[in-house]
């Protein structure tokens, strides 16, 4: 080969490297069950969450984030997949068998990984088994358990891929160490990590030295909700911490959410937690059900320690994603969710959303701009079935308090009409309610 030629050579890989889209990593967290109220970026002074708060400071924190039902496993459906849930019929938990995340349902970790991401998930599942096992939908790696809720101390059920993992560090710091070792592994090449918290979900577990920082909290089930937010919070520490000891905090977009409200009525999976000043529960539509914390960070593409009232859902994230990683987003995907990105690097001055919708058995909501519809489980206050049509103002009402129906009946008409849309495109449920996991 002529030198000439070598050169041009050179030259022409050069240029392929420069063409290369920057595939940031991407890095997924996920609470489970904590209230609105029990984080300090939110005001909660009963406990501290230093590394928490650090993430939200890092990014944009969206003061009105919600996920796309009340219940565990619908709002993790709707993240990988970035459709609304009840596109495909996964309305409630699954309750075991044949029950689980529809095979038909492309997940992100599919499109990661088919390019040329490693991907992995540590911690809860809960999309169901056998062919619906996570490394058959698109992780490499997994390390946690596949059922809704998990014993925090007892090793039974926690798994290394298939196997039994057989180990006995508590959960939610064994979630941070599998979390950090596959972040190290992954450190040269683009990963997606699903970190997928059980904390803090029922049961109320938690190790002493932690429960020992919380001794001055009087209620016993509050004292433990404490102890098991302070490992997570832990935990969010050292994934971050990780990521800028490998320089990768540039490289890295971390969104954080909850999958649902905080379970505070009875019958629900009830853990101490507070959702204040929202009013309802985990398995409502009431802005206590579906309103969680919501952050994206992406240390310097994103601006840092920004608030953003738009209205946002957790269904944003996979087409976030996809677009920071130049991945795209494919026209045939029948994503619901929109990519943030445009919003908050060039301030497109838009809502991402005309309108976000739920349906939740016969329970239902739309947000509307500031207008709120919602039919809400009567439970949340003690009765039964579900309310009649409620219309809120959440602008002035983040409260849910003053039913405004009788006073706006063009308004209630204009949004039961946009939700009768909108449930158009769904399909009845493809199995029942299931246990309150
Ligand atoms: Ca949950």
């Known amino acids: 080969m002529s030198r000439l030629v070598l050169i041009f050579a050179a030259f022409a890989g050069s ?94 970790a599919d499109k990661f990984k088919a390019a040329g991401y490693r991907t992995a998930l540590v911690g809860k599942w809960h999309l169901g088994t056998g062919e619906r096992h996570p490394q058959k939908r698109g992780f490499d790696d997994f390390f946690g358990f596949l059922g809704g809720a998990h014993d925090y101390f007892n090793p039974n059920g926690i798994l290394r891929g298939t196997e039994p993992a057989g180990d006995k560090t508590y959960l939610t710091d064994a979630i941070a160490r599998e979390s950090v070792a596959f972040i190290d592994r992954n450190k040269d090449r683009p990963f997606f990590l699903y970190l997928a918290f059980n904390a803090v979900h029922t049961p109320m577990q938690a190790d002493d030295p932690r429960l020992a920082k919380f001794a001055s909290i ?25 990521l800028k000891d490998a320089k990768l905090t540039e490289k890295t977009l971390v969104a954080f959410i909850s999958d649902n409200g905080g379970p505070t009525m009875t019958g629900t999976t009830t853990n ?48 976030t994603a996809l677009g ?45 701009g500031d207008w709120k519809l919602v039919k809400y489980d009567l439970a949340a206050e003690g009765g039964k079935g579900t309310s009649a049509a409620k219309l809120y103002n959440l602008a002035d009402d983040i409260g849910e308090a003053t039913d405004l ?9 204009d949004l039961q009409a946009a939700w009768d849309d909108w449930n158009k495109g769904n399909v009845k449920p493809l199995w029942g309610g299931g246990k309150a996991e």
């Open 15 to 108: 240029l392929a490297v420069a063409a290369e889209p920057p595939k940031p990593n991407i890095v997924f967290i996920v609470g489970d069950d904590m209230g609105y109220a029990d984080v300090g970026f939110h005001g909660c002074k009963d406990i501290p969450t230093p590394h928490l708060d650090a993430l939200a400071k890092s990014g944009t924190r969206f003061t009105n984030g919600y996920v796309s039902g009340p219940y565990c496993s619908p709002t993790r459906a709707g993240l990988l997949t970035g459709r609304y849930q009840n596109r495909f019929g996964h309305e409630f938990n699954p309750a075991g068998g044949q029950q689980g995340l529809p095979t038909t349902e492309v997940t992100i």
């Open 218 to 242: 009087k209620d016993p089930t509050r004292r433990k909700y404490a102890a098991m937010m302070s490992a997570m919070d832990d935990a969010v520490g050292q994934v971050v911490s990780k």
């Open 272 to 319: 101490g937690s507070s959702n204040a000043p929202l009013r309802g529960s985990k398995r409502t539509t009431l802005e206590g059900g579906v309103r969680v914390p919501f952050v994206v960070s992406w240390p310097g593409t994103l601006p840092a320690g920004a608030t953003d009232a738009r209205p946002v859902i957790q269904l944003d994230l996979h087409a």
């Open 324 to 368: 920071a990683s130049g991945l795209g987003v494919k026209p045939d995907a029948k994503l619901d969710g929109v990519d943030l990105l445009p919003f908050l690097t060039i301030r497109k001055t838009e809502t991402p959303h005309a309108a976000l919708y739920w349906r939740f058995g016969q329970q239902m909501a739309i947000r509307k």
């Open 405 to 413: 129906a009788a006073k706006e009946p063009a308004r209630v008409r």
